[in-house]
């Protein structure tokens, strides 16, 4: 009974990951995905110590921004992209970490491509009973601002606390991203036999601050075709609240028609909003390993509350294929 629900859990959530191509921004990973990957290598090892590991994975999904935070990416403009993410990260005894990837796009209108790339450093807290605690700030380097895929974040700061020992488990996280992005607006003006081209090109510095609230429960398997082998499946109910500031300058070759618009209001400097409840998300995560190799495939669907004239529902996936020694 137990293999035909193991069973009957990949043939759910693989087809997931192949949908992504038709439906398809770090589903990423969510609240305490290394905290899963660090319960997987203390089931690997015969003794209870800390060890240091070095993890090589792919994923491939639909996320573009943030690789912690899911809110963050439900703020992408297109979804109908597959994104592959290369990455390594190397993980110490004491609980520090660094990594580093990169997000390649397969888009069909300029061919595959590199997008972005990343580095990062965090802390997880080594093997605890009660309390898994995780802290990570991630850098984003952008090849092209003005690309409609490209991510505005650049720094990326992100902490989370979950409480273990009940049976359902409360978390709690923080995250407070900067970064910003670029538009050009063209328009050809033509005044009697005179032609001219006008251009406004814009640059959004944003801050965006978030708070999420999660309650979960991780089941686990082990033995399951042998006796190297482990399933953890973790479904988390969640509730993603929110601040954002966006500060916008403008450059234009047209500075009489700006200076017009500008009077009038016509170009907002500073955008706000104030802190609220911003969307309910439900994240399902499932990972299985056999000694060194683990497979982990994730699918986040997220509404959003505020009134708006955008579609309120979103999902994102991600399956990842890893390699630890």
């Not at 992504?20 to 090892?45: C, G, H, R, Y």
């Amino acid at each position: 009974m137990l293999k035909f629900f193991v069973l009957t859990l990949f043939v759910f959530f693989m087809p997931m990951c192949i949908i992504a191509q038709e439906v398809t921004k770090e589903a990423s990973p969510e609240l305490d995905s290394a905290a899963i990957v660090k319960d997987l290598m203390n089931l690997l090892q015969t003794n209870s110590k800390p060890i240091s590991y070095v993890s090589i994975d792919v994923s491939i999904g639909n996320r573009l921004f943030s690789m912690q935070n899911n809110r963050l990416n439900t703020k992408q403009a297109s979804t109908q992209v597959m994104v592959y993410n290369p990455g390594v990260t190397y993980y110490h005894k004491s609980g520090a970490n660094i990594a580093a990837g990169a997000s390649l796009l397969n888009d069909t209108a300029t061919s595959f491509r590199t997008t972005q790339y990343s580095l990062s450093a965090g802390y997880d807290l080594p093997e605890n009973d009660k309390f898994n605690f995780s802290f990570t700030y991630t850098h984003y380097f952008i090849t092209d601002q003005y690309s409609a895929f490209a991510s505005p974040i650049l720094n990326d700061f992100y902490t989370s606390a979950e409480y273990k020992k009940s049976w359902l488990q409360p978390a709690i996280a923080f995250g407070y991203s900067t970064g910003s992005y670029k538009q050009v607006v063209r328009k050809d003006s033509t005044a009697g036999v005179f032609r001219r081209l006008l251009y406004d090109s814009s640059t959004s510095n944003i801050k965006y601050f978030s708070m999420i609230a999660a309650v979960s429960h991780t089941f686990k398997w082990n033995s399951l075709f042998n006796k190297d082998d482990q399933l953890f499946f973790k479904p988390t109910l969640l509730i993603n609240m929110g601040t954002s500031t966006t500060s916008i300058t403008h450059k234009t070759n047209a500075p009489y028609l700006f200076r017009i618009l500008n009077r009038k209001g016509k170009l907002p400097k500073v955008q706000t909003s104030a802190f609220q409840a911003e969307s309910v998300g439900l994240n399902l995560d499932c990972s299985y390993a056999i000694r060194n190799f683990s497979l982990k495939p994730q699918w986040y669907l997220d509404y959003y509350l505020p009134a708006t004239g955008f579609n309120k529902f979103s999902q994102f996936f991600t399956c990842t294929l890893g390699y630890t020694f």
